[in-house]
């Protein structure tokens, strides 16, 4: 063998060599793949076997509601959705399904095919693979998916989703689902008359969601409770459930709780029946609710007690009266006996509204002792909450109107003048007054101050409060050395009240309590018991007056006085913002007498004080005689001194009622007080109080016009074209077209040729106004009120022409906004074809204005009009228009005068009329001043 066949040789078996390990490679690849596909088809399996076991559970689901006709869900990786009935759910499907084909043909990612898919969708994709960050996101779904839901199928598999993982082990992922029970709630209410709740009669989302929160009751997570209380309040509150439904749903639900022995489920029944109370009415509350109350009441559990406190106004608010008194009744009066005084507090919080729910004759003796007693507890803040509660308390018993004037005839036919120290006889209240068995004793010294034969029981009450101050006065300085010595007597807080309640015999309030609200200052100064009491008692005020009525105001002067002069201007304002209601209520006499002093005091008072008097000036002055209501005429001017000029509300308020009692004064009154204070407001710098000025001035002079005094008319008149008319400040320019739209709109005039002659003449010559808001009120004015007015229509007045060429100026202004109250329609309806002696007038103002510029201005004039080119004619034009853009952005509330409004004034000094040419319209931007 030679050499080339020995390397032919090798060359061969090492080519054999390296294709047997090729072969070899291949067949542990294909080994490999093998497996591989093994592995997968194992997986499959497994999550087959697992979707199986899910869509067993819903097909359980399914059969437990009937669902009759029903197609099974099959779930897998790509949703494959049920068939539908409706004909555009199946090209929903089939569009959604078409959608994921092209999108996996493109190779397109997992989160576009998600983001493609519709929410109903979403939510099926994510609850199957049921991990934490899916169930978090799912939830999200649940109203998206029953929004785009169109079958039965769809709201069955919505409510399996929200039922299941409501009751989800992990804590923050069940409250997320919990959280959208109140959205579902929400949609139902809004799509009620859209979508069937009774797709069968097995399925009904109503009761579905119903039985989810009565399930979710039962719990004792604070958070899922708290959830399905107000869900359970939210769906009764929206009237989606019916009484069939609250009745074999959630009152059963409830009654179970309560037969839990378990406090927190007491506690929050207790809750649901008070404010459940309301919404389903007397008949089931009586039923259903006031046995197991009443059982609850007497828990010996002390929160379960407190909160049947708090709740027991609402019960008593809904059941009737019988009832409240045989069974609420005594509960509460057990519970103003309690040990614990924060039940007694809550006690004293709801007295007055449960005392509304009682007949009189129990609030006079069991409800009166009771709170006699919470007056005089040993708990300082029950002793708060009762005296809070003492003024609305005392307005039960306030009479009808029937009562008052049947009790007013009885006390004129039968009352004698011997008589009148004599109580009324009343057979149910005389024994009332002495309720107690026995009276202490009380200090002689006292007995002298008594004198029941005086009509006015002023005196007698000042020195028994003057007593009160002086109570108990020596134990505060007693010396601590001296321990064997023994006490003076002295008269007890408790004498005291009850000789205070023997001076105020009245058939209306029991005694008692009108003798701790007439001694509440006192007790408040001697023991500083609460920093609100002289507040409250200041704000109960006028109910307790209302109640007592104007035959026993004396009673209340006293007290309404030493309130006046309160230090704190929180009690004086309340006292401000209702001395008008205390005028109506005690009468021209006696508001002359007792509250006059108190109101001139309360003019010179802080602003928060004054502004109380000022709101409702106009009410209190009504009810006094003209002498003293011309009284407070000059004081008119004191309203002016605020410690604030800021505070432009307060001037805005006296402008309002200044229009509103200018028929209270005669016209003399008017002219000398009011109008000079109305014509300061109309100068103010505030536009908001000068435009409220303008209807006080409007007011003057329709009174005027309506007493018809002639000469006070002219006056005023004048006054009002010199000071606004012709003002150099565009503002009051224009509060003069106010004023005269104001006049038009309320008929101030009898005649409208009177104001044609008066006001008219100044109001058509703003039509060369260089201030476009002042023209646009012309422009409104004209057309709505003067232009189709018949006086001008058949061309009976002299100011025609004047009126057809302010239309012509106005018609044709530079401002959009001028033009805009002058359509076309109405230019050729209203105003004759004047066009000759329009244009004349024109000619002849414009070259008087041109024969009276100077030198200066004729060279501008000149050199302007002999630029002609086009370019520059264009920047003229657009300068022109950012000027006027300009003017029309005005703050009203500064007072800027015309030289600095951007006005186009001659170098001489005179201005110079706005024409309709275009070369005049034309404006350099050294003749326009900014500000």
Same mark, same amino acid.
């Given at each position: 063998?030679?050499?080339?066949?020995?390397?032919?040789?090798?060359?061969?078996?090492?080519?054999?060599?390296?294709?047997?390990?090729?072969?070899?490679?291949?067949?542990?690849?294909?080994?490999?793949?093998? @497996?591989?596909?093994?592995?997968?088809?194992?997986?499959? !399996?497994?999550?087959?076997?697992?979707?199986?076991?899910?869509?067993?559970?819903?097909?359980?689901?399914?059969?437990?509601?009937?669902?009759?006709?029903?197609?099974?869900?099959?779930?897998? $990786? !790509?949703? $494959?959705?049920?068939?539908?009935?409706?004909?555009?759910?199946?090209? @929903?499907?089939?569009?959604?399904?078409?959608?994921?084909?092209?999108?996996?043909?493109?190779?397109?990612?997992?989160?576009?095919?998600?983001?493609?898919?519709?929410?109903?969708?979403?939510?099926?994709?994510?609850?199957?693979?049921?991990?934490?960050?899916?169930?978090?996101?799912?939830?999200?779904?649940?109203?998206?998916?029953?929004?785009?839901?169109?079958?039965?199928?769809?709201?069955?598999?919505?409510?399996f989703y929200l039922k299941k993982y409501c009751f989800y082990s992990d804590v923050l992922l069940r409250s997320l689902w919990l959280d959208q029970i109140q959205n579902v709630i929400h949609f139902l209410y809004a799509e009620q008359n859209t979508i069937p709740f009774d797709f069968t009669d097995d399925f009904n989302m109503v009761n579905q969601l119903t039985v989810l929160i009565s399930d979710l009751m039962p719990e004792t997570a604070y958070q899922v409770k708290k959830c399905a209380s107000s869900a359970l309040l939210n769906l009764v509150e929206k009237q989606l459930v019916d009484n069939r439904q609250i009745e074999e749903i959630i009152i059963p639900c409830l009654l179970s709780l309560v037969k839990e022995n378990n406090e927190d489920f007491h506690i929050d029944c207790i809750t649901l029946f008070g404010k459940l109370a309301p919404l389903i009415g007397r008949e089931l509350t009586t039923k259903y609710f006031l046995e197991p109350f009443c059982r609850l009441c007497i828990s010996p559990v002390f929160h379960t007690r407190k909160t049947c406190a708090t709740y027991i106004a609402e019960i008593a608010n809904i059941i009737s009266s019988e009832d409240v008194e045989n069974q609420l009744l005594p509960n509460f009066c057990e519970f103003m006996k309690d040990q614990v005084w924060a039940i007694r507090k809550v006690c004293a919080d709801q007295f007055s509204s449960f005392a509304q729910t009682c007949s009189r004759k129990k609030r006079e003796t069991v409800l009166t002792e009771c709170f006699t007693r919470l007056l005089e507890d040993n708990s300082r803040w029950v002793k708060i909450s009762a005296y809070k509660s003492l003024g609305p308390f005392i307005s039960t018993f306030a009479l009808s109107e029937s009562e008052n004037s049947a009790q007013n005839d009885t006390s004129i036919i039968e009352t004698k003048p011997e008589e009148k120290s004599e109580p009324p006889k009343e057979t149910e209240y005389s024994n009332f007054i002495?309720?107690?068995?026995?009276?202490?004793?009380?200090?002689? $010294?006292?007995?002298?101050?008594?004198?029941?034969?005086?009509?006015?029981?002023?005196?007698?009450?000042?020195?028994?409060?003057?007593?009160?101050?002086?109570?108990?006065?020596?134990?505060?300085?007693?010396?601590?050395?001296n321990l064997n010595q023994q006490p003076t007597t002295q008269p007890t807080l408790e004498n005291l009240i009850q000789q205070i309640s023997k001076e105020l015999e009245q058939e209306i309030v029991p005694p008692i309590l009108l003798s701790y609200y007439v001694t509440m200052v006192e007790i408040n100064s001697q023991s500083s018991l609460d920093s609100e009491m002289n507040y409250n008692c200041a704000y109960n005020f006028p109910a307790i007056a209302l109640t007592l009525g104007a035959?026993?105001?004396?009673?209340?002067?006293?007290?309404?006085?030493?309130? $006046?002069?309160?230090?704190?201007?929180?009690?004086?304002?309340?006292?401000?913002?209702?001395?008008?209601?205390?005028?109506?209520?005690?009468?021209?006499?006696?508001?002359?007498?007792?509250?006059?002093?108190?109101?001139?005091?309360?003019?010179?008072?802080?602003?928060?004080?004054?502004?109380?008097?000022?709101?409702?000036?106009?009410?209190?002055?009504?009810?006094?005689?003209?002498?003293?209501?011309?009284?407070?005429?000059?004081?008119?001017?004191?309203?002016?001194?605020?410690?604030?000029?800021?505070?432009?509300?307060?001037?805005?308020?006296?402008?309002?009622?200044?229009?509103?009692?200018?028929?209270?004064?005669?016209?003399?009154?008017?002219?000398?007080?009011?109008?000079?204070?109305?014509?300061?407001?109309?100068?103010?710098?505030?536009?908001?109080?000068?435009?409220?000025? !303008? @209807?006080?001035?409007?007011?003057?002079?329709?009174?005027?016009?309506?007493?018809?005094?002639?000469?006070?008319?002219?006056?005023?008149?004048?006054?009002?074209?010199?000071?606004?008319?012709?003002?150099e400040k565009w503002t009051l320019r224009q509060l003069y077209v106010m004023i005269c739209e104001q006049i038009l709109a309320t008929n101030a005039y009898n005649d409208f040729e009177l104001?044609?002659?008066?006001?008219?003449?100044?109001?058509?010559?703003?039509?060369?106004?260089?201030?476009?808001?002042?023209?646009?009120?012309?422009?409104?004015?004209?057309? @709505?009120?003067?232009?189709?007015?018949?006086?001008?229509?058949?061309?009976?007045?002299?100011?025609?022409?004047?009126?057809?060429?302010?239309?012509?100026?106005l018609s044709s202004d530079t401002d959009s906004d001028v033009r805009s109250y002058f359509p076309n329609s109405t230019i050729q309806k209203c105003v004759p074809a004047r066009n000759q002696e329009t244009t004349n007038y024109q000619d002849n103002a414009t070259k008087m204005d041109t024969s009276n510029s100077s030198d200066s201005n004729h060279k501008q004039e000149d050199k302007m009009n002999q630029d002609d080119d086009e370019d520059e004619d264009d920047e003229d034009e657009i300068i022109d228009k950012t000027k006027i853009n300009q003017l029309k952005i005005v703050n009203l509330e500064n007072d800027i005068d015309d030289d600095e409004m951007n006005e186009q004034v001659s170098e001489s000094g005179e201005q110079v009329p706005r024409s309709t040419d275009k070369s005049q319209n034309k404006t350099t931007p050294e003749e326009i001043v900014l500000n």
């Amino acid at each position: 063998m030679n050499i080339s066949e020995l390397l032919e040789h090798c060359l061969n078996t090492q080519l054999n060599q390296s294709g047997e390990q090729a072969q070899k490679e291949e067949s542990n690849t294909l080994d490999s793949q093998a @497996k591989a596909e093994q592995t997968e088809e194992q997986n499959t !399996t497994k999550e087959k076997s697992k979707n199986e076991n899910e869509d067993d559970d819903y097909n359980k689901m399914i059969d437990f509601f009937s669902i009759s006709n029903s197609n099974e869900y099959n779930i897998t $990786s !790509t949703i $494959s959705l049920p068939d539908q009935i409706d004909s555009n759910e199946d090209n @929903k499907s089939t569009s959604s399904s078409n959608m994921e084909n092209i999108s996996y043909s493109y190779n397109a990612s997992d989160e576009e095919i998600f983001d493609a898919l519709n929410p109903f969708e979403k939510l099926c994709k994510l609850c199957e693979n049921p991990t934490p960050s899916n169930i978090e996101s799912a939830s999200k779904y649940v109203v998206p998916a029953l929004e785009f839901a169109a079958a039965q199928e769809d709201y069955v598999r919505v409510f399996f989703y929200l039922k299941k993982y409501c009751f989800y082990s992990d804590v923050l992922l069940r409250s997320l689902w919990l959280d959208q029970i109140q959205n579902v709630i929400h949609f139902l209410y809004a799509e009620q008359n859209t979508i069937p709740f009774d797709f069968t009669d097995d399925f009904n989302m109503v009761n579905q969601l119903t039985v989810l929160i009565s399930d979710l009751m039962p719990e004792t997570a604070y958070q899922v409770k708290k959830c399905a209380s107000s869900a359970l309040l939210n769906l009764v509150e929206k009237q989606l459930v019916d009484n069939r439904q609250i009745e074999e749903i959630i009152i059963p639900c409830l009654l179970s709780l309560v037969k839990e022995n378990n406090e927190d489920f007491h506690i929050d029944c207790i809750t649901l029946f008070g404010k459940l109370a309301p919404l389903i009415g007397r008949e089931l509350t009586t039923k259903y609710f006031l046995e197991p109350f009443c059982r609850l009441c007497i828990s010996p559990v002390f929160h379960t007690r407190k909160t049947c406190a708090t709740y027991i106004a609402e019960i008593a608010n809904i059941i009737s009266s019988e009832d409240v008194e045989n069974q609420l009744l005594p509960n509460f009066c057990e519970f103003m006996k309690d040990q614990v005084w924060a039940i007694r507090k809550v006690c004293a919080d709801q007295f007055s509204s449960f005392a509304q729910t009682c007949s009189r004759k129990k609030r006079e003796t069991v409800l009166t002792e009771c709170f006699t007693r919470l007056l005089e507890d040993n708990s300082r803040w029950v002793k708060i909450s009762a005296y809070k509660s003492l003024g609305p308390f005392i307005s039960t018993f306030a009479l009808s109107e029937s009562e008052n004037s049947a009790q007013n005839d009885t006390s004129i036919i039968e009352t004698k003048p011997e008589e009148k120290s004599e109580p009324p006889k009343e057979t149910e209240y005389s024994n009332f007054i002495y309720w107690r068995n026995s009276l202490p004793s009380i200090d002689e $010294s006292l007995r002298g101050a008594i004198d029941p034969k005086s009509d006015d029981a002023t005196p007698t009450l000042t020195n028994l409060l003057n007593n009160l101050n002086d109570v108990n006065k020596p134990s505060l300085y007693a010396s601590t050395t001296n321990l064997n010595q023994q006490p003076t007597t002295q008269p007890t807080l408790e004498n005291l009240i009850q000789q205070i309640s023997k001076e105020l015999e009245q058939e209306i309030v029991p005694p008692i309590l009108l003798s701790y609200y007439v001694t509440m200052v006192e007790i408040n100064s001697q023991s500083s018991l609460d920093s609100e009491m002289n507040y409250n008692c200041a704000y109960n005020f006028p109910a307790i007056a209302l109640t007592l009525g104007a035959k026993y105001w004396k009673f209340l002067k006293n007290l309404y006085k030493k309130l $006046s002069e309160d230090l704190s201007w929180k009690v004086r304002q309340t006292l401000a913002y209702s001395i008008h209601e205390l005028a109506i209520i005690l009468g021209t006499d006696n508001t002359q007498i007792d509250l006059v002093p108190v109101f001139d005091s309360y003019i010179k008072d802080v602003d928060e004080v004054r502004i109380g008097i000022v709101s409702n000036l106009t009410k209190f002055l009504n009810v006094l005689s003209m002498e003293y209501r011309q009284a407070y005429m000059p004081k008119l001017n004191d309203f002016l001194k605020m410690d604030n000029q800021r505070n432009w509300r307060f001037r805005n308020e006296l402008c309002l009622q200044m229009s509103q009692f200018c028929e209270l004064f005669s016209p003399e009154c008017l002219a000398q007080f009011v109008q000079p204070v109305a014509f300061i407001l109309a100068l103010d710098r505030i536009a908001e109080v000068r435009v409220t000025a !303008t @209807k006080t001035l409007v007011e003057i002079l329709r009174q005027f016009e309506i007493r018809k005094r002639q000469d006070l008319r002219r006056n005023f008149i004048d006054d009002v074209v010199r000071i606004l008319g012709n003002s150099e400040k565009w503002t009051l320019r224009q509060l003069y077209v106010m004023i005269c739209e104001q006049i038009l709109a309320t008929n101030a005039y009898n005649d409208f040729e009177l104001f044609t002659r008066d006001f008219l003449p100044k109001l058509l010559h703003y039509r060369n106004e260089k201030v476009p808001n002042i023209r646009v009120l012309v422009a409104r004015v004209l057309t @709505k009120y003067i232009v189709n007015n018949e006086l001008f229509l058949n061309g009976k007045s002299a100011l025609v022409g004047e009126l057809e060429l302010s239309v012509q100026f106005l018609s044709s202004d530079t401002d959009s906004d001028v033009r805009s109250y002058f359509p076309n329609s109405t230019i050729q309806k209203c105003v004759p074809a004047r066009n000759q002696e329009t244009t004349n007038y024109q000619d002849n103002a414009t070259k008087m204005d041109t024969s009276n510029s100077s030198d200066s201005n004729h060279k501008q004039e000149d050199k302007m009009n002999q630029d002609d080119d086009e370019d520059e004619d264009d920047e003229d034009e657009i300068i022109d228009k950012t000027k006027i853009n300009q003017l029309k952005i005005v703050n009203l509330e500064n007072d800027i005068d015309d030289d600095e409004m951007n006005e186009q004034v001659s170098e001489s000094g005179e201005q110079v009329p706005r024409s309709t040419d275009k070369s005049q319209n034309k404006t350099t931007p050294e003749e326009i001043v900014l500000n």
